[in-house]
């Protein structure tokens, strides 16, 4: 949700990809619908796993459920720990408060990113 979100927010500033210590085969349908409802189009493709070298070519990484770097160590890229609880199995109306509060959370980190990208 969050690569989605800031797709759609940055355009083509930043290229967000969407990451995992444990990549799924594909999205979950309720996640699909629930980004549908706010008008964006989660494409069927196998999850990326994050490895150290994938996050070393970041800019940041945002770990929305777990602390990535306690899973797979220290990581050579800026670290944002968000604690979103894993969406699975949630209710349609508690997985919209999840996506609600990803989107205001991709709008802050946008316009850090402008910020700190205006300073450079």
Known sequence: ???AFV?????????PLSAGVEPAAHPRAEAVAVMAEDGIVIAD???TALTPK????????VGLGCDVEEVC???DAPV???GI???????????RVVRDTIRRLV????????TEAAVR
Request: cysteine-free; overall charge negative; hydrophobic content about 40%.
């Open 45 to 47: 493709t196998p999850g």
């Open 85 to 95: 609880p894993d969406p699975g199995g949630m209710p349609m109306p508690e997985l």
């Open 54 to 61: 994938l996050a070393a070519s970041s800019v940041r990484v």
């Open 73 to 75: 160590g220290p990581l």
């Open 7 to 15: 797709e759609r927010m940055a355009g083509e500033r930043y290229e």
């Open 1 to 3: 949700m969050a690569a």
């Open 107 to 114: 709008e802050r980190l946008v316009a850090r990113m402008d």
């Open 80 to 82: 944002e720990q968000w």
